[in-house]
């Protein structure tokens, strides 16, 4: 079995970065980008995140930077714009960097007229230098997926995608304004396996306004039936203060915590019997997926895109409010759409805010991101590896690891700290054992 505590921290950091975006200031910005981006090594493979920001409608639970529109006007004006970010970007590294992994993120990505998507692939082709076994990835929104849009995806070259489904209990949808059927969802995933996407990942998610466990078992049985490569499981959030369209659940309708546990755990059980490996917090793939193989070889990876099995130590994000690492720290674009194309369409960077990270800031992301990954860190040789005592690290942490302990979520032993598998979905809590800026940064909702 697999058992939560609490069945999700709403108020934690999901650490797919650290330190994570409450750090950031505005102290670095487009210069400070411009030299870092110049400082990138010319032989060193880097991941590219593109974040399209539209939707066609509005889920209640979303808590990601997306608007809504019903015409492509809006949406062909900020690809303009992101092409020109692209160029911009692309001067300021020493030649054309190696790529091994493209991420497009939303919203939903595939909302743009395919030719478009097509044209923004060459662009990005035209000035970096694609690996040959590049993963390109998309997310997808399965109601509004296309034929045409599939043999899009195919000529771009994309060979991973991700499709938002959260849950198929018609109550639940309705609950979150997002209807769709199992055939919807099934004539998605076939049209991505016809047009050569050979890794396709299904988002599920518990903790829903009139989410039952018995619901969300069938919700993972009915993606299950689809046999995608991943799936991930993640708990809902209810942040209404950050986002004004969760203002639309109902709040009387959420699940307790001990119930979030329940539906997690049933979920979880679910996958693991239909033969899906448990990953790190909340993920789940097949044993030959590249996320399954990263994780028995030691490999797997959390960046700001989440769960991957993509070494690179550098992501370079391109579009409104998208982040990026680039070596020294990191970087974010201006969170509104219209002052971020202002800027690009000046000839400027449009990065606003981010953070310089420290040596000691490198030890504690390197020791979460081995917790959040494997379940486990040997604190002390993480340290040595940095050149730091692990003495201040274990002390600081020492109180809320005595806490866990005593709460049989985790063992620590000679200053290897490992938490049990039947606690997976409270890593976070363990996590933030080692977050210096937990305790005084204001609880928010971010999804890094």
Not at 95 to 104: E, K, W
Not at 404 to 409: K, R, S
Request: glycine share 6%; with cysteine; net charge negative.
């Amino acid at each position: 079995m697999f058992t939560s505590t609490t069945g999700g921290n709403a108020i934690l950091p999901w650490y797919t970065i650290y330190p994570t975006v409450e750090e950031f200031s505005s102290e670095i910005g487009t210069k400070i980008c411009e030299e870092w981006l110049r400082d990138l090594s010319p032989d060193d493979a880097v991941s590219l995140y593109l974040h399209i920001p539209f939707c066609r409608s509005m889920c209640w639970y979303c808590g990601f930077p997306t608007s809504t529109t019903r015409q492509d006007t809006s949406i062909l004006n900020y690809l303009a714009m992101l092409g020109e970010e692209i160029r911009l970007v692309a001067e300021q590294a020493p030649r054309a960097l190696p790529v091994s992994d493209v991420h497009f993120g939303g919203g939903t990505p595939t909302i743009m007229p395919p030719s478009n998507f097509v044209s923004l692939m060459e662009i990005l082709r035209s000035r970096f230098a694609f690996k040959k076994a590049a993963t390109v990835a998309v997310e997808i929104d399965p109601r509004t997926f296309t034929t045409e849009m599939g043999e899009a995806l195919e000529v771009a070259g994309v060979n991973r995608a991700s499709l938002g489904v959260q849950s198929f209990d018609p109550i639940v949808q309705k609950a979150i304004n997002r209807g769709q059927s199992q055939a919807q969802v099934l004539t998605a995933v076939q049209n991505l396996r016809v047009h050569g996407v050979d890794s396709v990942n299904i988002d599920l998610m518990f903790g829903l306004p009139h989410q039952t466990v018995q619901s969300c078992a069938e919700s993972a049985m009915a993606a299950v039936a689809m046999r995608p490569d991943r799936l991930a499981v993640f708990g809902y959030a209810h942040v209404p203060f950050y986002r004004k369209n969760q203002r639309l659940i109902d709040e009387e309708a959420l699940p307790d915590m001990a119930s979030r546990a329940e539906q997690a755990s049933a979920m979880a059980d679910t996958l693991v019997a239909a033969g899906y490996l448990p990953i790190g917090l909340d993920h789940f793939a097949l044993p030959n997926d590249k996320l399954a193989m990263a994780q028995r070889s030691g490999h797997l990876r959390r960046n700001s895109l989440g769960y991957s099995a993509d070494t690179c130590e550098t992501v370079i994000g391109f579009g409104a409010s998208a982040i990026g690492r680039l070596g020294k720290g990191y970087v974010q674009n201006e969170l509104v759409q219209t002052t971020y194309s202002q800027y690009i369409a000046a000839g400027r960077l449009a990065t606003s805010r981010g953070y310089r990270l420290t040596d000691e800031d490198a030890v504690r992301a390197a020791i979460i991101e081995q917790i959040m990954c494997n379940l486990e860190a040997n604190v002390p040789a993480i340290c040595l590896a940095h050149g730091f005592d692990p003495i201040h690290f274990l002390r600081s942490a020492e109180q809320e690891l005595g806490m866990l302990a005593a709460n049989g979520i985790l063992d620590v032993d000679n200053g290897v700290v490992r938490v049990r598998q039947d606690s997976r979905f409270v890593l976070r809590t363990v996590a933030a054992a080692f977050d210096a800026y937990i305790n005084r940064s204001p609880p928010g909702s971010s999804k890094q």
